[in-house]
């Protein structure tokens, strides 16, 4: 059974950093793109940021180009979302989900989601 | 504002079809794939279509997806009250080199 848990949401102060965590099992984590996609408070869904199977190419939204940096540790099965400089605006519910097949755009499993608050 | 365009919400009676749009433009649903996925309240989003109109095991048959030019469209057939949720398409946007959603649209069962 395919599992996607993230950790690491919290309350953090404006201008703050946040590490956030997803740990993967139930399927080859190496063959997988992976993404983080998050959903402020009563709002659509908000792609953020995508790493292919090898760690080798990452992709950003331009929300959170030169703040956030996504990586993957293929040997304990997690990816990571390094948030910096964080203001109000990425107050969310942060998914971490599994792309599918060829495209990023389609994310066949995703975790439960971890919040995170940026306030004073 | 999204790069997709969803009407924001979209109701019918049980047992009723009904469909959302979503519209795109050359640079996303006119070169790539569509997906729709769907949001029950208070849960994480669940795909629904990949690949423009195939359906994850799982997904009854009464969900099927088409696309056309730079548009795209899902149809719900023979409504429940277990399809309130919020829907979304996304699709890969060749020039923003990432991933869009189109808005959202919430569709309510009467």
């Known amino acids: 059974e395919v599992q996607l848990v993230e950790s690491g949401g919290g309350l953090v102060q404006p201008g703050g950093s946040l590490r956030l965590s997803c740990a993967a099992s139930g399927f080859t984590f190496t063959v997988y793109a992976m993404s983080w996609v998050r959903q402020a408070p009563g709002k659509g869904l908000e792609w953020v940021s995508a790493v292919s199977p090898d760690g080798g190419s990452t992709y950003y939204a331009d929300s959170v180009q030169g703040r956030f940096t996504i990586s993957r540790d293929n040997s304990k099965n997690t990816l990571y979302l390094q948030m910096n400089s964080l203001s109000a605006e990425d107050t969310a519910v942060y998914y971490c989900a599994k792309s599918g097949g060829r495209s990023v755009a389609g994310m066949d499993f995703w975790g439960q989601g971890t919040l995170v608050t940026v306030s004073s | 504002q999204s790069v997709l365009t969803q009407p924001p919400s979209a109701s019918g009676t049980p047992g009723q079809r009904v469909t959302i749009s979503c519209s795109g433009s050359?640079?996303?649903?006119?070169?790539?794939?569509v997906y729709w996925y769907q949001q029950l309240p208070g849960t994480a989003p669940k795909l629904l279509i990949y690949?423009?109109?195939q359906r994850p095991s799982g997904v009854p048959d009464r969900f099927s997806g088409s696309k056309s030019g730079t548009s795209a469209s899902l149809a719900i057939s023979g409504l429940q009250s277990e399809d309130e949720a919020d829907y979304y398409c996304?699709?890969?946007?060749?020039?923003?080199?990432?991933?869009?959603f189109g808005g959202g649209t919430k569709l309510t069962v009467l």
């Open positions: 050359s640079s996303n649903i006119g070169s790539n794939a």
């Open positions: 690949n423009n109109n």
């Open positions: 996304a699709a890969w946007h060749d020039s923003l080199n990432g991933v869009i």
